[in-house]
């Protein structure tokens, strides 16, 4: 709690006979009227302020916040815990065991390595789809799970035993984000002091996986950090960051017949991202929330990451206590939620004469009667496409994953389709969805819609066709949709009509159901829809994250040959949040984001090339036709289905013993002790080199010289592009290790198991196989040119290259480098293959502040140029000068010298993207963790 108390906002809150310490807003006039995010914020500072890191001033700034002012006060905020998931949660882990060794060496205690903020840590990216479209898919996918990552979990196991405050949820519980809202979150958090007193503060948080923004549909402000920063802020480090903007969004209006929360999110999504608001906190307001239920709110506040905000947040009210006595929350902790909601002028009740509409940086409205049914893709969430439109966008964007002057098919017929489009129509014009995935006609021109139809035998006998444009895979999935009960409930609502009507799904789909916890099993059971699922193949495959992060398994051995030997353009869709390339399964080029009713749909017609307004999904037994209108359920069924189906037992049982585990978990042997056995032979858990030859003091940063490009990368590079993540290929530079340490090519698993072992990570970091670098065009994948001999070569083999010689390396980019998912291995293994800085036109929040906490300069090129506009081709050598001003202080720009091969330069003034003094003292550093390190020993 507070050291100082400038205010005199200590006070208590008596709630069902049990008084409660609070820091009242009320003791410094002007809150009333902030955002409610902001309030949460300035309640931190109160209750944090020490006359140092947070003092009177910074409350002062947040009570005289200017909504039109651009943000410029930096503040500590302290979150009140931190929630992982295993991939990025394992190396947070390894980087806490290895600082309790590191903390010794320079004279500290290793005891003082431990959370001091809360720690959960839920498992559940390891599961892939192995196996599917069978009754027994759920038990043998968990036993694969346990195989592949047995030193994984006794590694945790051994975490929860070693530190204090840390709790992990076993594997085949659910996914962190849905467990976070069903069951971690409090909304309002309680902690007792030593002096016996209980304080009471906003439940709010950061997390290792960007998604974590779900939690803001409960109130809860939480978003998604690096590994790195989750690390400090477990070790009682603040955030650091700037009082945002806050962008107020007003719903009003209902959602229409046949339209889900999926649609209304895909919306917001693409609203959002064109109206820019990255680095902004997203506040829902105004009577309408009230409509909105729990569900939908966590499925909009899920998808902040991909319209670029901080956080999407709803405040509490109603609606939030009525999920909170669902959901199995005590009495007692709801009946403070609401009075702690309503003291603190935190609960939104716009029709309350007392209440006071906050103040917003900027406005947007939707009227939700106004959505229509959509998908989005072929590569990015943002990119969304009205369901009517959907045959003809795919049309268009097909021809971008083709061969133009490919034989049309191998039947020796022409099967393109010949479409043209009036000069009007939004898909020629480009003003629907991606403009680079648009056909590359005129307006009014026709687009022939390429094919090219192969045979292909299944295991089972089945002979078909494939084509592009097949729907290969069609999971549902996701911790986005997996949640909200409406449109789960419509999916198994539609298999039931469906199956009652004689459909079934197309032979090539490869189907699955993974459902983000155990509740949505119990209520489909109780719903008695399972049996109609399982007919269709969607049967359960586990409960983790699966497809949506590229664990949708192999396809079918004899569709992948087909696919792979005749370059097919062939689609997953899927009930995610993440579409981006290469990240779904790498035979699959194009990847669309569908509710769960949609995703059957899809599976049912196999193809994108479908008008579900025209074109039938097949025929009954009397030979009628039958339509997608045919088999959707209506809103009033499926609302009658959730009020029969899902009661709060089921969230009390599913998690009343969420930590033990099941018999697998509790049998796996545990090591033992405060420091961790680390095995030498491991290729899953290795120390690694961060700390070795740290000093108590770091060494003073210096301007970089000689550098030459490792990669020049355009637009939208995402962490998905940089970040190793999916299968590890067997040629690939990780695939060669893992050979080398005697692993056999079945048990590779994936980079995300293997996030543990920097040594398989900086292997398949820039590995992607749909990265472009431009320094070697026409080439997919993570190869570059190493520039000292004109080889072209592996990334990874050429900065190895660098490394020995001496030559330090610099990583050009485009717009919003480094967008989506928090992977701090993005920035750990651009740090360990020896990348000094990255110089992009601009960067996405989380990224760059881990780069930062790597010890990589970011760097920005100057407004409205680019390394195009200014005739960089990446064969320069780069000297950056200036890099050492940091050393005393902050800088605004570092002078860039890059000098081609026949002598002539070019010169430009990069702007410097360490936004806070805090960001600069990790810089200096060499990274958060030294930074941390030092202050502990100290």
């Known amino acids: 709690m507070s050291s100082v108390d400038t205010f005199s906002a200590r006070s208590t809150l008596e709630v069902a006979g049990t008084s409660y310490e609070v820091y009242r807003l009320t003791a410094v006039p002007g809150m009333e009227r902030l955002p409610y995010s902001l309030k949460v914020l300035a309640e931190n500072l109160l209750r944090t302020e020490d006359g140092v890191s947070t003092t009177a001033d910074h409350v002062r700034a947040l009570a005289q916040w200017q909504p039109d002012a651009e943000p410029s006060t930096e503040i500590q905020y302290t979150p009140a ?48 789809i192995d196996v599917f479209g069978q009754r027994d898919a759920f038990e043998r996918n968990v036993e694969f799970e346990y195989g592949r990552n047995q030193e994984r979990y006794q590694f945790l196991r051994w975490g929860q035993t070693a530190f204090d405050d840390f709790k992990v949820v076993p594997p085949g519980t659910g996914i962190v984000h849905q467990v976070n809202i069903e069951y971690l979150a409090r909304v309002v958090m309680t902690r007792e002091g030593e002096d016996g007193t209980v304080a009471a503060y906003p439940d709010t948080c950061v997390g290792t996986d960007s998604h974590t923004t779900m939690v803001n549909g409960l109130g809860v402000l939480g978003w998604g950090v690096g590994g790195i920063e989750a690390e400090a802020a477990m070790l009682g480090q603040p955030v650091s960051m700037l009082i945002p903007r806050v962008v107020g969004f007003k719903l009003t209006g209902q959602i229409p017949a046949g339209v889900t929360a999926t649609d209304v999110v895909l919306t917001i999504t693409e609203q959002l991202r064109e109206h820019g608001v990255v680095g902004k906190f997203v506040e829902f307001y105004g009577e309408g929330v009230g409509a909105v239920p729990l569900a939908n709110r966590a499925t909009i506040g899920n998808m902040s990451p991909e319209f670029g905000s901080t956080c999407a947040i ?85 021809r971008n994953y083709v061969d133009e002057h490919e034989t049309p098919s191998l039947d020796g017929l022409d099967h393109s389709v010949e479409e043209t489009f009036p000069a009007s129509d939004p898909i020629a014009t480009g003003e629907h969805g991606d403009a680079s995935d648009l056909p590359t006609h005129a307006a009014g021109a026709p687009a022939r819609r390429p094919h090219k139809v192969v045979p292909v035998t299944l295991a089972d006998g089945t002979t078909t066709e494939l084509d592009h444009g097949h729907v290969v895979i069609a999971s549902i999935t996701s ?136 074109d039938p999904l097949g025929t009954d037994a009397d030979g009628s036709p039958v339509f997608l209108r045919d088999i959707w359920p209506s809103a009033d069924e499926v609302q009658a289905t959730i009020d029969a189906a899902i009661d709060r037992d089921m969230f009390t049982s599913d998690y009343s013993d969420v930590f033990h585990g099941d018999d697998r978990w509790r049998s796996l042997p545990t090591p033992e002790g405060d420091t961790f056995a680390w095995d030498e032979d491991s290729t899953y858990v290795r120390k690694p080199p961060y700390f070795e030859g740290m000093a108590r003091e770091p060494e003073p940063v210096s301007d970089i010289a000689g ?29 060669r ?103 992009a036109e601009s960067f996405e929040r989380i990224h760059r502040s881990n780069l930062i906490g790597m010890g990589v300069l970011p760097l920005q090129f100057p407004a409205g140029e680019s390394a195009d506009s200014l005739g960089l081709d990446g064969t320069e050598t780069f000297d950056l000068t200036g890099v050492d001003a940091l050393n005393s202080g902050p800088a605004d720009t570092v002078a860039v010298r890059a000098t081609k091969a026949d002598g002539s330069v ?26 941390v390190l030092r202050s502990l020993a100290a």
């Open 81 to 128: 815990r931190v929630i992982m998931q295993d991939f990025t949660g394992v190396p947070c882990v390894v980087d806490l065991a290895t600082m309790r060794e590191a903390v010794a060496e320079l004279g500290g205690d290793p005891a003082t390595i431990n959370p001091l903020a809360p720690a959960e840590l839920v498992i559940d990216h390891s599961v892939q």
């Open 737 to 839: 290790y893992l050979a080398e340490h005697g692993v056999e090519r079945k048990d590779f698993n994936s980079y995300g198991s293997r996030r543990g072992n920097h040594e398989v990570m900086i292997r398949g970091t820039f590995a992607n196989i749909r990265l472009r670098n431009q320094l070697v065009p026409g080439v997919e994948g993570g190869m570059t040119v190493n520039l000292l001999t004109g080889e072209q070569m592996s990334i990874y083999d050429a900065a190895m290259a660098y490394a020995d010689a001496g030559v330090p390396l610099v990583v050009l980019g485009g717009k919003e480098y480094g967008s989506g998912s928090s992977r701090d291995w993005a920035a750990k293994g651009t740090s360990l293959l020896g990348v000094r800085a990255v110089i």
């Open 479 to 614: 911790c986005t949709n997996t949640s909200n009960p409406s449109v789960m409930l419509a999916a198994g609502l539609l298999a039931k009509n469906a199956v009652e009507r004689g459909l079934v799904a197309k032979p090539w789909v490869k189907t699955s159901t993974a459902p983000g916890s155990k509740v949505v099993s119990d209520y489909y059971e109780k719903a008695g829809l399972w049996p109609y699922l399982e007919k269709l193949g969607f049967h359960l495959v586990g409960y983790g994250c699966t497809t949506c992060i590229g664990n949708s398994g192999p396809l079918p051995p004899e569709v992948s040959q087909v696919v792979n030997d005749n370059d097919l353009a062939v689609v997953s869709v899927l009930s995610g949040n993440r579409n981006f390339e290469g990240r779904i399964n790498p035979d699959v080029k194009m990847n669309y984001l569908a509710s769960p009713p949609l995703v059957i749909a899809y599976a049912l017609a196999g193809t994108m090339d479908h008008d579900f307004e025209s």
């Open 314 to 398: 709803f405040p509490i009210d109603g609606v939030t206590l009525d999920y909170l006595r669902l959901t199995g929350r005590s009495e007692d902790q709801i009946a403070l939620v609401e009075a702690y909601a309503k003291a603190q002028g935190m609960w939104h009740d716009p029709s309350s004469p007392d209440y006071v509409e906050p103040a917003y940086s900027e406005y947007l409205e939707l009227d939700l009667s106004s959505v229509v049914p959509s998908i989005a893709g072929p590569k990015r969430p943002q990119d969304r496409i009205a369901l009517t439109e959907a045959k003809r966008s795919f049309a268009g964007s097909v």
């Open 707 to 735: 550098a030459r490009v490792l990669a020049k990368l355009g637009d939208s590079v995402t962490t998905d592009h940089i970040s190793p993540a999916g299968a590890i290929k067997t040629d690939s530079p990780a695939g």
């Open 906 to 931: 070019v010169e430009f003034d990069a702007v410097v993207r360490i936004d806070t003094p805090g960001e600069a003292d990790y810089y200096r550093h060499g990274g958060i963790l030294q930074y």
